[in-house]
């Protein structure tokens, strides 16, 4: 309930956002607030910014899937970026989708589940696994890739980073598979037995210990969940990038994630918050990254006003439910 | 059970302890806090495990790889001490945890809430199985909990201190169903540290002291002087009544002024004198400890005025409370009392630490100093001052609590269920801090739950119901009768024919009252959902 | 075809290398079209990044994307997809397959002088660090250049595969620990000045102070630096000039725009040495270049 | 006590991994595993690994005081590039220490109230707060440069990174401060008032406010300690590199920060902990980054096994004390 409220609550935000954004890249270009002519909510622009958020949205819902039991998975950059490389190296000497795609998802659920056992066997405190394999599967990443970019300009699922045109306008692959992630992590959460336990794990382990559940095993999945959305994401940067660079690709991605999860609602204490809240904080993300470029506001400016824009949002929300969400 | 044994890291909270339960019967468990009950029902459920050489046997059977899942399936269902419930999650999502029905592989909400609502009539729940538990009265939180053990339908039912939070309304709810329940053939363990209520529904009981199994009687030979002994191990001096009542003659140190926030309370006034217990009934909800708060100023107020010592005081926050000598005892002990990671000196330091100081630097050799004379004079059992309190049991943190206020040397003390899931032996010593606090001047305003408790402490009671002040009662017009008289003015036939019961209970013990008592505190285990 | 819109996406706008950049940029670009509209960003050596703002760019409509390619091979479809727009897109500083046009420094021609300079110093003996970066192609082809230099003499190359991240800090914290590891010295060979000045600053702290430090930039602090007498290490750097990259960049675009081909897809402008002798008269980033 | 346990728990590791370095430099060196002639455990060495500590350690004591109740900080980093900016700025035109450092500790000090006082008054979640302010300051900082590299080779306070000549051998006075930062704050931690509070804020913020502790008060003051000690930290990283940039300069710092404090065995959830133990952690990363070099470990290689001795070294600590610190 609370968590839909909050849902809801950050929804105005983009809304508002979004007619900020076309005035002002009207202002930019015409010097005058002339709604029509702003480039922002344009059948142009719009695909572009899903298309920005698409790779965010989906490293973010499997940081959901983490935060709901009180978890942090700041890794996701990391496996993002070696499981991009695997696919690109495997797709060097055979390059066909049915292989280099599963090989991507593979690499990035296994390095997913390490973290998972460590943190749900070994009971670590994810926060110190999950930065420890950022480092070390960063090191990885480089090392597959012995530490140079890694091309391939015919990549056989670079088709995923092409639009199709639908009637709303050309939309590009990667803006939907982010939907249908988002669509299938909802019903897990809210339709599915295995939702519930996560929800109960995230509110009261122990409850959900002396119940009969098996902690350990929610554990595991939903780490093993973020690293395998880790990898798909990674398929998506390698797709519209056609290379990767183990270094560079994806470093401080984790912090966009879990800003989207957190702007969407989602409480860190765990056990109260959802997907579709995740979607809109991405897209505010997105709409922020893009809309400030078409306003013409310079980079600097961009970090300040991005930086303004996430505490606002979140000050916003707890003005308006007072004493509720304890995020 | 056979020669059960469970060690935690430096405790042994259960050394071979034997028990024989058979169906039909409804076989109580006591013993102090600390004595291993829980524990015990732990290894059952397959919470815990058991260390290697105990058996556990099921109808015959004995239970092998145990887990909470296998004792489930062998029919164990069980009612936590502490609240086991995922706030977050609906009361139809909490009763179904772990076994919930599917349809297709996918969770059947319908079902679910179906399903609920029966358990929810049957045992006169008002909220709906929809409801977020966490938005529940910590009472409604322990009904959701009985709910959830009865619907499971087991061949045995262990229900752990299951009435702490239930009004006497509720309780006889309760009661009912676990009659019916033993009529239908269930093995019942019922834990309680209420003799009143033992005695009205057990057929047996055994008694744990310090992880040992003492022995079981039938209800026949049951007398509190006998159960008690097999508890404390020793004669206790029967249950504290104050002898002669005080009379104050000094003027007020405390006046209250129609406070209220409108909503949970309404204009209450009260004066209190030094050297005066006063008691504060009421039924669960009656706003006791939200009046409490507020003049403690933890809540906010809007109307009303407080004089000490006749001067006005503006109270906005908790240390205004305490800079001008007002100082409250909370009734939720682990969530909003002690420090469990910190040590019984920090504890008892914790208020007066600042004022000791130097500079802001601490005073180490004067708080050692206090916490070694605290811990004599309230006979606190703890191995020394630097043991963290969370290792201790129920009785000892409440009264670190306690000596935290008191090294603040307050002119006005208010004990919020000041012996609240405390064992009979430390409840007697409370009662015998409050009786020192007020000889040695102090006033104390005593909000409890269990009436024997208020009469017998009490100087004068007054009574709230539904937010405001009720009346008052003095000298010897102060017994059970006339407090639930005033509290439940709504329902004066339910209060009178609970008392006449309570009369035929024959029990000349703190628990007396139980059956008639008015409400019952919570336990100290769960915390109620924040409302501040 | 005039001018009206341009979009730079320059490596990182900390960095007076592309201040200049887009400075030269903006200059050629208002001498064809005073009120063009100009939209410069950096993207902090994140390809994603990068590539967003290409997109962004063509959402914006320009008529000619200047970049500083963050990869020589990951832009090409982001690159593509621009073209398609109609758009002409010129790689600077770094060259960008795919691209219209490419105007890049001699990265190994830098990388073979700056060593050299200090193999003549030393008679081609001795042992060298090369404090390695990120590896983007101009650090590889700088290092290469090193390489190929000092292969042709009898100096031993100790280390060159730790990243000093092309930052002072890295670069110092790296340096320190290289130099404790290597006793014997005599040269060190940095990817880029910041990095360059935080060896200096690593050796000054360990009182090491007989080594020759050279990089590649030309950066206003290596001038600094070279000036100063109290950095006897620091002795050389290749240097680059942002400014003319980005002017000859922006000139060739504007051909392209009005169907001209440029000579050859990719321009090479050679590097010059700055040295303590030569840097009273050396040209830098920051010095005010209105008029060429 | 347990802290204590923990924070013994870790020394091990730390001396483990300095044996072990200097055997493997001696490899390096001599291709034998000969102890002696490793150049580890040597009087050039070790100051240099007490030099690298240093700034972690300061930053890492400020997120001490913040974890200790609870909380987070992610803009350390930023707060320590935007007051080295500031500094060397100011140094720009009055070049006088006794202007410049109280310049840079006071934009510090000013930052972390900012934080302390949204998350303090409007119970905002520290999290998104300073990740929103990681993402603002460094913008700020980067206008206040106007986003190029600031130096200034004859700063005035650019002594402290020198050497002071001891029994022990030549020690940097960056190590020097950071020994005091530890001392001070250990003091106020364990022998203050305040100090009592912050751990009573951290266990249990609802019995430290009905015990009259001013809540709001100790978690402005930790946050404001954390931005003073990034201020510091600032400082000490100008004095260094004589420069600051506003885009780079203590990128990621908040990550090794936090590896520190928890290494160190402080708890996430706050009332659980020591400075001391962060002291050894900061040392263990230090010792990492400098004693893989001395190997002649690749830098790819850094990274993956930086990662694994994180996660190794918490592993380890848990299987000692089983059953104990929920970190
Ligand atoms: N998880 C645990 N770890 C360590 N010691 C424990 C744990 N649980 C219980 N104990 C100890 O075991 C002993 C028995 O505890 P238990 O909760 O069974 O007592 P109890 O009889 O239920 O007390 P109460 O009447 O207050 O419920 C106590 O000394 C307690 O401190
Ligand atoms: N945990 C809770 N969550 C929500 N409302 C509550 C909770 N506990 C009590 N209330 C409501 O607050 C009002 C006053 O509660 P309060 O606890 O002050 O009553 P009380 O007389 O102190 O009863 P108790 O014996 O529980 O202390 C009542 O309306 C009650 O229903
Ligand atoms: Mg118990
Ligand atoms: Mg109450």
Same mark, same amino acid.
């Given at each position: 309930?609370r968590?839909f409220?909050q849902?809801?609550?950050?929804l105005p935000?983009l809304?508002?956002?979004?007619?900020?954004f076309?005035?002002?890249s009207?202002y930019g270009?015409?010097?005058?607030?002339n709604?029509g002519?702003?480039?922002?909510?344009?059948?142009?622009?719009?695909?572009?910014?899903?298309q920005l958020a698409?790779i965010n949205?989906v490293?973010a819902?499997g940081?959901t899937?983490?935060?709901?039991t009180g978890?942090?998975d700041?890794s996701?950059?990391?496996?993002?970026?070696?499981?991009?490389?695997?696919s690109?190296l495997?797709?060097?000497?055979?390059?066909y989708?049915?292989?280099?795609?599963p090989?991507?998802l593979?690499?990035g659920?296994?390095?997913?589940?390490?973290n998972?056992?460590?943190?749900?066997a070994?009971k670590?405190p994810?926060f110190i696994?999950t930065?420890?394999?950022?480092t070390?599967?960063?090191g990885l990443?480089?090392?597959f890739?012995?530490?140079?970019?890694?091309?391939n300009?015919d990549l056989?699922?670079?088709?995923i980073?092409?639009?199709?045109?639908?009637p709303l306008?050309?939309?590009?692959?990667?803006?939907?598979?982010?939907?249908?992630?988002?669509?299938a992590s909802?019903?897990?959460l809210?339709r599915?037995v295995l939702g519930v336990?996560?929800y109960?794990?995230?509110?009261?382990?122990?409850?959900a210990?002396?119940s009969?559940?098996k902690v350990?095993?929610?554990?595991?999945?939903?780490y093993?969940m973020s690293g395998?959305?880790?990898?798909?994401?990674?398929?998506?940067?390698a797709a519209?990038?056609q290379s990767a660079n183990?270094l560079?690709?994806?470093?401080g991605?984790?912090?966009?994630a879990i800003?989207?999860?957190?702007?969407?609602g989602?409480?860190f204490?765990?056990?109260?918050g959802s997907v579709?809240?995740t979607?809109?904080?991405?897209l505010?993300?997105?709409?922020?990254a893009?809309?400030?470029?078409?306003?013409g506001?310079?980079?600097v400016w961009?970090y300040i006003i991005k930086?303004?824009?996430?505490?606002?949002?979140?000050a916003?929300d707890?003005?308006?439910?007072?004493?509720g969400?304890?995020? | 059970?056979?020669?059960?044994?469970?060690?935690f890291?430096?405790?042994?909270?259960l050394?071979n302890v034997?028990?024989?339960?058979?169906p039909?019967?409804?076989?109580?468990?006591m013993?102090?806090?600390g004595?291993?009950?829980?524990?015990l029902?732990k290894t059952l459920s397959?919470a815990?495990?058991?260390?290697p050489?105990?058996?556990?046997?099921i109808?015959?059977?004995?239970?092998?790889a145990?887990?909470p899942i296998e004792a489930?399936e062998?029919?164990?269902?069980?009612i936590?001490q502490e609240?086991?419930l995922?706030p977050?999650?609906?009361?139809?999502?909490n009763i179904?945890l772990?076994?919930?029905p599917r349809r297709?592989?996918f969770i059947?909400?319908?079902?679910m809430v179906?399903?609920?609502?029966?358990?929810?009539?049957?045992?006169?729940a008002t909220?709906?199985?929809r409801?977020?538990?966490?938005?529940?009265s910590i009472?409604?939180q322990?009904?959701?909990?009985?709910c959830?053990?009865?619907?499971?339908?087991?061949?045995?039912l262990?229900m752990?201190?299951p009435t702490?939070?239930?009004?006497?309304?509720?309780s006889?709810?309760?009661f009912?169903?676990?009659?019916?329940l033993?009529?239908?053939?269930l093995?019942?363990?019922?834990?309680?540290?209420?003799m009143?209520e033992?005695?009205?529904?057990?057929?047996r009981?055994?008694?744990?002291?310090?992880?040992q199994?003492v022995?079981?009687?039938?209800?026949?030979e049951m007398?509190?002087?006998v159960?008690v002994?097999m508890?404390v191990?020793?004669d206790?001096?029967?249950?504290?009544?104050?002898?002669?009542?005080f009379?104050?003659?000094?003027p007020?140190?405390?006046?209250v002024?129609?406070i209220?926030d409108g909503?949970?309370?309404r204009?209450?006034?009260f004066?209190?004198h030094?050297?005066?217990?006063?008691g504060?009934a009421g039924?669960v909800?009656?706003?006791?400890?939200e009046?409490?708060?507020?003049?403690?100023?933890a809540?906010p107020?809007t109307?009303?005025e407080?004089?000490i010592a006749?001067?006005?005081?503006?109270?906005r926050?908790?240390?205004?409370?305490?800079?001008v000598?007002l100082?409250?005892l909370?009734e939720?002990?682990k969530?909003?009392?002690v420090?469990?990671?910190?040590s019984?000196?920090d504890?008892?330091?914790?208020m007066i630490?600042?004022?000791d100081?130097r500079a802001g630097v601490?005073?180490?050799?004067?708080?050692?100093?206090?916490?070694r004379?605290a811990i004599?004079?309230m006979?606190?059992?703890v191995?020394?001052?630097?043991?963290t309190?969370?290792?201790l049991?129920?009785?000892n943190?409440?009264?670190?609590?306690?000596?935290?206020?008191?090294?603040t040397?307050?002119?006005?003390l208010?004990?919020d269920e000041?012996?609240r899931?405390?064992?009979?032996?430390a409840?007697?010593e409370?009662?015998?801090?409050?009786?020192?606090?007020?000889?040695?001047?102090a006033a104390v305003l005593v909000?409890?739950?269990?009436?024997a408790e208020v009469?017998?402490?009490?100087?004068?009671?007054i009574?709230m119901r539904?937010?405001?002040?009720?009346?008052?009662?003095?000298d010897?017009?102060?017994?059970?009768?006339?407090?639930i008289?005033?509290a439940?003015?709504?329902?004066?036939?339910v209060?009178?024919?609970?008392?006449?019961?309570?009369?035929?209970?024959?029990?000349d013990l703190?628990d007396?009252?139980?059956?008639?008592e008015v409400?019952?505190?919570?336990?100290p285990?769960?915390s109620r959902?924040t409302?501040h | 075809?005039?001018l009206?819109s341009?979009?730079?996406?320059?490596?990182s706008?900390?960095?007076?290398?592309f201040?200049?950049?887009?400075k030269g940029a903006?200059y050629e670009?208002?001498?064809?079209?005073p009120? @063009?509209?100009?939209?410069?960003?950096?993207?902090?050596?994140?390809?994603?990044?990068q590539?967003?703002?290409i997109n962004n760019?063509?959402?914006?409509g320009v008529?000619?994307?200047?970049?500083?390619?963050?990869?020589?091979k990951?832009?090409?479809?982001?690159?593509?997809?621009a073209?398609?727009?109609?758009?002409?897109?010129?790689?600077?500083?770094?060259?960008?397959?795919?691209?219209?046009?490419a105007?890049?420094t001699?990265?190994v021609?830098?990388?073979?002088?700056?060593?050299?300079?200090?193999?003549?110093?030393?008679?081609?003996k001795?042992?060298?660090?090369?404090?390695?970066?990120p590896?983007?192609?101009?650090?590889v082809?700088r @290092?290469?250049?090193?390489?190929?230099?000092?292969?042709k003499?009898?100096?031993k190359i100790l280390s060159?595969?730790?990243?000093?991240k092309g930052?002072?800090d890295?670069?110092?914290t790296v340096?320190?620990?290289?130099?404790t590891?290597?006793?014997?010295v005599?040269?060190v060979f940095?990817i880029?000045d910041?990095q360059?000045?935080?060896?200096d600053?690593?050796?000054?702290?360990?009182?090491r102070n007989?080594?020759?430090?050279?990089?590649v930039?030309?950066?206003?602090?290596i001038?600094a630096?070279?000036k100063?007498?109290?950095?006897?290490?620091?002795?050389?750097?290749a240097?680059?000039?942002?400014?003319?990259?980005a002017?000859?960049g922006?000139?060739?675009?504007v051909?392209?725009?009005n169907?001209?081909?440029p000579?050859?897809? @990719?321009t090479?402008v050679?590097s010059?040495l700055?040295t303590r002798?030569?840097?009273?008269?050396y040209k830098?980033?920051q010095a005010?270049?209105?008029?060429?």
């Open positions: 309930m968590s409220m849902t809801a609550g950050m935000v809304v508002l956002l979004a007619i900020l076309q005035f002002l009207a270009d015409t010097g005058t607030f709604f002519v702003g480039r922002f909510l344009t059948s142009a622009n719009l695909p572009v910014v899903a698409s949205t490293l819902t940081m899937f983490v935060i709901l978890g942090i700041l996701v950059g990391s496996i993002l970026a070696v499981s991009a490389m695997a690109l495997v797709a060097g000497s055979v390059n989708s049915v292989v280099t795609v090989i991507g593979l690499v659920l296994g390095f997913g589940l390490v998972g056992t460590l943190i749900s070994l670590l994810p696994v930065l420890g394999s950022l070390a599967v960063r990443a480089r090392l890739g012995n530490d140079t970019t890694v091309f300009s056989s699922f670079a088709g980073a092409n639009n199709i045109s639908t306008g050309d939309i590009s692959w990667l803006a939907v598979i982010a939907i249908v992630v988002v669509a909802w019903f897990t809210r599915t336990h996560i109960a794990v995230g509110g009261n382990p122990a409850a210990r002396l009969g559940i350990w095993f929610v554990l595991l999945f939903v093993g395998l959305l880790s990898g798909l994401a990674g398929l998506m940067q519209q990038l183990g560079q690709l994806g470093t991605y984790e912090l966009d800003a989207a999860v957190i702007l969407g989602t409480s204490v765990g056990g109260v579709i809240g979607l809109i904080g991405a505010i993300i997105a709409v922020l893009n809309g400030l470029i078409l306003a506001v310079s980079d961009q930086g303004l824009v996430i505490i606002g949002a979140v916003l707890r003005l308006r439910n007072q004493g969400a304890r995020t | 059970m056979r020669n059960i044994s469970k060690t890291p430096g405790v042994k909270a050394s034997n028990l024989t339960i058979y039909g019967e409804v076989h109580a468990l013993g102090e806090n004595a291993g009950k829980s524990t029902m397959g815990y495990q058991a260390d050489g105990g058996e556990i046997r109808a015959g059977r004995p239970m092998k145990s887990g489930r062998a029919g164990v269902s069980i936590y609240l086991a995922a977050n999650l609906t009361v139809a999502e179904y772990n076994r919930e297709g592989g059947d909400r319908a079902a179906a399903g609920s609502e029966g358990v929810l009539q049957r045992l006169g909220f709906t199985p409801t977020l538990v966490g938005s529940l009472a409604e322990q009904m959701v909990e009985i959830r053990a009865v619907h499971a339908e087991s061949k045995i262990v752990d201190e702490t939070a239930l009004s006497s309304r509720e006889e709810k309760l009912a169903i676990v009659r019916q033993r009529r239908e053939g093995a019942i363990i019922y834990i309680s540290h209420r009143a033992v005695y009205e529904l057990s057929d009981v055994s008694v744990l002291r310090d992880g199994y022995g079981t009687i039938l209800r026949s007398t509190p002087e159960v002994k508890m191990g020793r206790l001096s029967s249950f504290y009544k104050k002898q002669t009542r009379r104050p003659d000094k007020p140190v405390l006046e002024r129609n209220g909503r949970r309370v204009d209450v006034s004066d209190l030094p050297g005066e217990v006063l504060l039924l909800g009656a706003g006791r400890t009046m409490a708060r507020m003049l403690f100023g809540d107020r109307t009303g407080i004089r006749g001067r006005p005081v503006q109270i926050s908790p240390q205004d409370a305490i800079d000598g100082v409250y909370t939720d002990r969530a909003e009392g420090l469990l990671d910190m019984a000196k504890n008892i330091n914790l630490c600042s004022k100081a601490l005073d180490l050799g004067k708080a050692m100093q206090r916490c004379d004599a004079a006979k606190i059992r191995a020394g001052p630097e043991i309190v969370g290792s049991s129920g009785g943190q409440q009264k670190c609590l306690l000596s935290r206020l008191l090294e040397r307050p002119m006005v208010i004990l000041p012996t899931g405390v064992d009979i032996g409840k007697s409370i009662y015998r801090i409050i009786d020192d606090l007020a000889k040695g001047g909000i409890s739950s269990e009436l009469v017998g402490v009490s100087d004068r009671v009574v539904e937010g405001h002040l009720e009346g008052e009662v003095r010897d017009d102060i017994n059970q009768e006339a407090i008289a005033l439940t003015a709504a329902a004066r036939t209060a009178s024919e609970e008392v006449d019961r309570s009369s035929a209970g024959g029990f703190g007396q009252a139980a059956a008639g409400a019952v505190g919570h336990n285990g769960a959902p409302r | 075809k005039e009206k341009i979009g730079i996406s320059l490596g706008l900390g960095n007076p290398f201040i200049a950049l887009s903006e670009a208002k001498k064809t079209n009120n @063009v509209k100009i939209l410069t960003f950096g993207y902090d050596y994140d390809l994603g990044k590539v967003q703002q760019f063509i959402a914006a008529d000619l994307i200047l970049l500083n390619p963050g990869d020589v990951a832009l090409r479809p982001a690159i593509e997809n073209q398609k727009a109609g758009i002409k897109v010129i790689a600077v500083d770094t060259n960008a397959e795919g691209a219209d046009a105007v890049t001699d990265n021609q830098a990388g073979r002088i700056a060593c050299q300079y200090f193999i003549d110093k030393l008679g081609g001795g042992n060298v660090i090369i404090e390695n970066g590896q983007v192609s101009s650090v082809d @290092v290469q250049g090193c390489k190929d230099a000092i292969s003499t009898d100096m060159s595969d730790q990243d000093g930052q002072r890295a670069g110092l340096m320190k620990s290289l130099l590891r290597f006793p014997d005599q040269a940095t880029n910041p360059a000045l935080g060896s600053l690593a050796a000054k702290q360990l009182n007989n080594l020759i430090i050279t990089s930039d030309g950066a206003p602090d001038e630096a070279l100063d007498p109290k950095d006897p290490m620091v002795q050389a750097s240097s680059q000039d942002p400014y003319a990259l002017r000859k922006v000139d060739i675009g051909d392209l725009l169907g001209k081909e000579a050859q897809k @990719v090479l050679p010059s700055v002798e030569n840097v009273k008269d830098g980033w005010d270049r209105t008029g060429g």
